[in-house]
């Protein structure tokens, strides 16, 4: 599979390939440690995750800067670090201005999740547009990082293993398994999750891409 930009096209599995297998290897380590109950601070059983230090979303910066890096190896440079960071600050403020809006108009539970679903789309639209090359391997990464988890998710709930794979919000209802993956799994790591990957990874690009035209070795 390859995309067009710049005049040529990347191929977006063999840039992909590794960081996937390393985020499902830690992915699965992650799984195995909350089932071991192994510590808390590494892999928190909590709703959310509790921020434990295992686990894929501390890998999102790293790999924007790596697929930036590589992106602008291949000649696919962006038109400007402006551009990547100004189209990448609008998506974050995407975010939060959905933060903003839930609370003032006192959303919760599945409500909360659309509206922010629905600003998710438009961060990736909006940060995509920084630096459309670095914007498609951010997607196609996060699709490959973020639908295992997702499916994961399903089988933990139905399970119920007591895992955070398998808990919600503290507000959200108490629905069937199904609904309960629908909401709390599907919907936020195709939406969220893979616009959390594309703003992240694109302000974490801009960086790379300043470092790596300013150094030395940059063209």
């Known amino acids: 599979m390859a995309e067009q930009s710049g005049g040529g096209s990347v191929a ?3 840039l992909i390939l590794v960081p996937a297998v390393i985020t499902f290897a830690i992915t699965l380590l992650r799984l195995v440690g909350e089932l071991l109950e192994w510590s808390p601070r590494f892999f928190s059983r909590e709703p959310g995750g509790a921020a434990a230090l295992v686990g894929i979303v501390w890998l999102v910066p790293i790999f924007g800067a790596y ?3 590589k992106l602008i190896k291949m000649g696919h440079d962006p038109s400007g670090a402006g551009p990547v960071f100004g189209w990448a600050f609008l998506g974050l403020l995407a975010f939060i201005g959905a933060g903003f809006l839930g609370r003032a108009l006192g959303l919760g ?3 909360f999740i659309l509206l922010f679903a629905v600003a998710s789309i438009v961060a990736i639209v909006l940060a995509y547009r920084g630096w459309p090359a670095l914007g498609r391997v951010l997607i196609a990464y996060g699709l490959a990082a973020r639908v295992p988890v997702a ?6 709930i139905l399970a119920n293993w007591g895992t955070h794979y398998e808990k919600g919000p503290p507000s959200f209802p108490k629905l069937g398994a199904v609904m309960t993956w629908f909401w709390i799994g599907l919907v936020p790591q ?3 999750w ?7 990874g694109a302000l974490c690009g801009g960086v790379a891409a300043l470092v790596t035209r300013r150094s030395p070795s940059g063209r």
């Open 190 to 192: 195709l939406t969220l």
């Open 109 to 111: 539970g599945r409500r």
């Open 12 to 14: 977006l599995k063999p």
């Open 67 to 69: 697929f930036a890096a």
């Open 194 to 200: 893979i616009g959390f990957t594309v703003v992240v």
């Open 151 to 156: 499916a994961l998710m399903l089988v933990a």
